[in-house]
């Protein structure tokens, strides 16, 4: 397993979510109480993209990544990804 750690400030009171893309995606969606439609809006992201990342058909793009990070860094969420080697 590969691990990629994100931070997104030195504050101690953040918020941090471990998983896969497809767990943090879910739990970042859980925890703002959204439909798959109206997150994949607030992120910028077509439903049918984040259904398929939810799922774990896909993964993000880099681009896609980034914005996922500029969300999670807007929200205080400290995210950190754990891929296997599949991934």
Same mark, same amino acid.
């Given at each position: 397993?590969?691990?990629?750690?994100?931070? &997104? #400030?030195?504050? #101690?009171?953040? =918020?941090?979510?471990?998983? $896969?893309?497809?767990?943090?995606?879910?739990?970042?969606?859980?925890?703002?109480?959204?439909?798959? +439609?109206?997150?994949?809006? =607030?992120?910028?992201?077509?439903?049918? $993209?984040? &259904?398929?990342? +939810?799922?774990? $058909?896909? @993964?993000? @793009?880099?681009? #896609?990544?980034?914005?996922?990070?500029?969300?999670?860094?807007?929200? &205080?969420? $400290?995210? +950190?990804?754990? =891929?296997?080697? &599949?991934?």
């Amino acid at each position: 397993r590969s691990i990629v750690r994100r931070r &997104n #400030s030195m504050d #101690s009171s953040n =918020e941090k979510i471990q998983g $896969t893309y497809s767990q943090i995606i879910k739990q970042l969606r859980g925890k703002a109480f959204l439909s798959q +439609e109206k997150f994949a809006s =607030e992120i910028g992201f077509c439903p049918a $993209t984040l &259904n398929r990342w +939810e799922k774990g $058909t896909k @993964s993000p @793009s880099f681009l #896609s990544k980034q914005l996922l990070q500029s969300y999670c860094d807007k929200h &205080n969420i $400290t995210i +950190e990804i754990t =891929e296997d080697d &599949n991934g």
